[in-house]
């Protein structure tokens, strides 16, 4: 099962991460912390069909701050320009957090 796992987040991290982190970038459209939360858990949940079997809710939800930590990572390179957004993205992820 740890095989399996692990196999799960190297594709997960190696492709669909990409994607999401597109798709995090674009659609921020000013939600709440908690929604954007909700919303990066809820597309790993569906597109995790890709694999053998779905995701169990600690491993969305450890993949979900991976993405998220690579868009604070992004946004660290223009740390004076990019301020507003970090702190956002700083909540999402304690917002991620919360998430049962």
């Known amino acids: 099962m740890a095989e399996v796992y692990i196999g799960a987040l190297d594709y997960l991290y190696g492709g669909l991460v990409v994607v999401l982190?597109?798709?995090m970038i674009k659609s921020n459209n000013?939600?709440?912390p908690a929604e954007k939360a909700e919303m990066?858990?809820?597309?790993?949940?569906?597109?995790?069909?890709?694999?053998?079997?779905y995701l169990?809710?600690?491993?969305?939800?450890?993949?979900a701050?991976?993405?998220?930590?690579?868009v604070l990572e992004a946004l660290e390179e223009n740390k004076s320009?990019?301020?507003?957004s970090i702190e956002y993205?700083?909540?999402?992820?304690e917002e991620i957090k919360l998430l049962e």
């Open 21 to 23: 982190l597109l798709k």
């Open 30 to 32: 000013m939600k709440t």
């Open 40 to 53: 990066i858990c809820t597309r790993y949940y569906n597109e995790s069909y890709l694999l053998v079997e």
């Open 56 to 63: 169990s809710w600690p491993q969305i939800k450890q993949c």
């Open 65 to 70: 701050l991976m993405a998220v930590d690579e």
């Open 81 to 84: 320009q990019n301020k507003k």
């Open 89 to 93: 993205y700083l909540q999402v992820k």
